[in-house]
């Protein structure tokens, strides 16, 4: 049972650190299109794998994919996120979120659909909820860059989270850092996650010279390592 919750832990760090931000009034374009690759750690033992990928399908549309691949002893567990969204005068906007689980116990997943036209986020084996504004529970991915090649140092994400609940988190940038990872060694900005939950703490790195993309991703829980995924690859498209 330990075992199967340490792995929980593993994989959801691996998934669902942020989730939205409120927009800067400053247009400032997306990422380039890019497949990142990391590995994953827990107490610097390699535990898996995972990818993160933006492309663009048309002008405006663009789809952002997220998944990762950890391992513990005899147990498993696999998790994909795809996202949809369009890109307007400088505005982020979701429009499907499909999220899966897979492996030891329970398969989990979740579909949602944005619905500008009734301000609805509808939710496929779920009662339908109000659309205020939220991201889903990956967009952070991208816009986050974007905050911080404004040199923004607090702003605050609401977002529909992989369970289809409301959440929000507060991030604050702490300093930069020089980080030996196994890309190589990069320059990052590291921010923190501030939650509701104070047992847990989140601490994220961004690579300026990368499109601000994310490097490394660390999470404790109780002061105990959860996870740590790290950059090992990293490929504009």
């Given at each position: 049972?330990?075992?199967?919750?340490?792995?929980?832990?593993?994989?959801?760090?691996?998934?669902?650190?942020?989730?939205?931000?409120s927009f800067a009034k400053?247009?400032?374009?997306?990422?380039?299109?890019?497949?990142?690759?990391?590995?994953?750690?827990?107490?610097?033992?390699?535990?898996?794998?995972?990818?993160?990928?933006?492309?663009?399908?048309?002008?405006?549309?663009?789809?952002?994919?997220?998944?990762?691949?950890?391992?513990?002893?005899?147990?498993?567990?696999?998790?994909?996120?795809?996202?949809?969204?369009?890109?307007?005068?400088?505005?982020?906007?979701?429009?499907?979120?499909?999220?899966?689980?897979?492996?030891?116990?329970?398969?989990?997943?979740?579909?949602?659909?944005?619905?500008?036209?009734?301000?609805?986020?509808?939710?496929?084996?779920?009662?339908?909820?109000?659309?205020?504004?939220?991201?889903?529970?990956?967009l952070f991915r991208i816009?986050?860059?974007?905050?911080?090649?404004?040199?923004?140092?607090?702003?605050?994400?609401?977002?529909?989270?992989?369970?289809?609940?409301?959440?929000?988190?507060?991030?604050?940038?702490?300093?930069?850092?020089?980080?030996?990872?196994?890309?190589?060694?990069?320059?990052?900005?590291?921010?923190?996650?501030?939650?509701?939950?104070?047992?847990?703490?989140?601490?994220?790195?961004?690579?300026?010279?990368?499109?601000?993309?994310?490097?490394?991703?660390?999470?404790?829980?109780?002061?105990?390592?959860?996870?740590?995924?790290?950059?090992?690859?990293?490929?504009?498209?």
């Amino acid at each position: 049972m330990r075992a199967t919750k340490l792995l929980k832990g593993i994989s959801v760090v691996l998934l669902a650190l942020f989730c939205s931000v409120s927009f800067a009034k400053d247009v400032i374009e997306l990422p380039s299109p890019f497949v990142a690759h990391y590995e994953a750690y827990r107490h610097a033992r390699n535990i898996g794998s995972a990818e993160l990928s933006l492309k663009q399908t048309s002008a405006d549309l663009y789809e952002l994919k997220y998944s990762s691949k950890v391992s513990r002893f005899f147990l498993s567990d696999k998790r994909y996120e795809t996202t949809t969204f369009s890109f307007i005068n400088g505005k982020i906007t979701p429009i499907t979120y499909n999220f899966k689980r897979r492996g030891t116990g329970p398969n989990k997943s979740l579909n949602a659909k944005f619905d500008a036209n009734t301000e609805t986020i509808i939710l496929q084996e779920q009662d339908n909820i109000k659309w205020d504004g939220e991201f889903d529970n990956q967009l952070f991915r991208i816009d986050i860059s974007r905050q911080l090649a404004q040199e923004k140092t607090h702003f605050e994400y609401k977002f529909l989270n992989y369970r289809g609940q409301k959440r929000i988190y507060k991030i604050e940038v702490l300093e930069k850092e020089i980080l030996t990872l196994p890309y190589g060694n990069v320059e990052a900005i590291k921010v923190t996650v501030n939650r509701d939950s104070s047992r847990r703490q989140t601490y994220a790195w961004f690579a300026p010279t990368l499109d601000y993309v994310l490097v490394r991703l660390q999470q404790f829980k109780d002061d105990e390592e959860q996870g740590d995924i790290r950059l090992k690859t990293y490929q504009k498209n």
